[in-house]
């Protein structure tokens, strides 16, 4: 039987998996057949693709950036971002999903701390001080000309987000996509809230900018519809981003 092993981090704990220091983790190999003695994980359909959309992501944005390290690889290593953890474990969960689609989706290096990103997923996510700002992006210029904007612009700046939901009840699966420009990811729930309810407003994966490698916008929005948005991402200032808004549903009933 092939394995891939992967070196891990001193002792770090996620739910029932335990990282011990000077282990190495024999990761097995997809391809081979499963066996009687392999490690059985209890999850839900839905914390499977909270790891599947981890690894779209990852692989998007390599391909994307032209990075010269296996996707794979990736999703198998311990990451700081996720407490020494390895993605394919830790993005089972929401919040951790939610990380590695940031470290992904924002560009940032290919393992950051986790308080850095904690600070972009805080509620309020417009107040986060500069500094967590220099610690992600680094001294990167802002442009000739362009200082750096304080508080109080930060938190009144108007941004594209957009939002996913899939939810199943009553045999029912319900699929939305909605995009929207916003001062925080606060306001854009508060719309869906309004217009879907709060209970599939509360379920909703919220994110700043559009994510085209997401399986649900591959999935719900036209080639069309995307153009159009990525000319509002560029253009939040335009007088007609305050009433910009585009809902797409689908209902598929078993």
């Known amino acids: 039987m092939n394995v891939i092993v992967a070196q891990t981090v001193p002792s ?13 983790a024999a990761l097995l190999d997809p391809l081979d057949a499963d066996s009687p003695d392999d490690q059985i994980v209890v999850t839900t359909r839905r914390a499977i693709c909270r790891v599947a959309l981890v690894a779209s992501e990852t692989a998007g944005r390599f391909e994307r950036e032209s990075v010269k390290h296996d996707p794979m690889s990736w999703m198998l290593a311990p990451r700081q971002v996720f407490d020494g953890a390895t993605a394919i474990d830790a993005c089972l969960s929401r919040d951790a999903c939610l990380r590695g689609i ?12 986790r308080a850095a990103i904690d600070a972009l997923m805080a509620e309020d996510d417009d107040d986060f001080d500069e500094r967590e700002a220099e610690y992600l992006y680094g001294d990167r210029p802002r442009g000739i000309g362009n200082p750096a904007r304080g508080r109080a612009s930060r938190a009144t700046r108007l941004r594209l987000y957009t939002a996913t939901i899939c939810d199943t009840r009553d045999n029912t699966m319900f699929q939305a996509f909605h995009a929207s420009v916003a001062r925080s990811a606060v306001e854009v729930r508060k719309r869906l809230s309004r217009s879907l309810g709060a209970e599939l407003a509360e379920v909703a994966e919220i994110r700043l900018g559009l994510h085209e490698a997401s399986p649900l916008v591959i999935a719900l929005v036209p080639a069309a519809v995307i153009e159009v948005i990525r000319q509002m991402q560029r253009d939040c200032a335009s007088p007609g981003a305050k009433t910009f808004e585009v809902n797409i549903h689908q209902s598929i009933q078993a």
């Not at 770090?12 to 190495?24: D, I, N, P, V």
């Open 12 to 24: 770090t704990k996620l739910g029932a998996t335990q990282f011990e220091e000077g282990r190495t």
């Open 102 to 113: 940031l470290v992904h989706g924002l560009g940032l290096g290919l393992d950051v701390e």
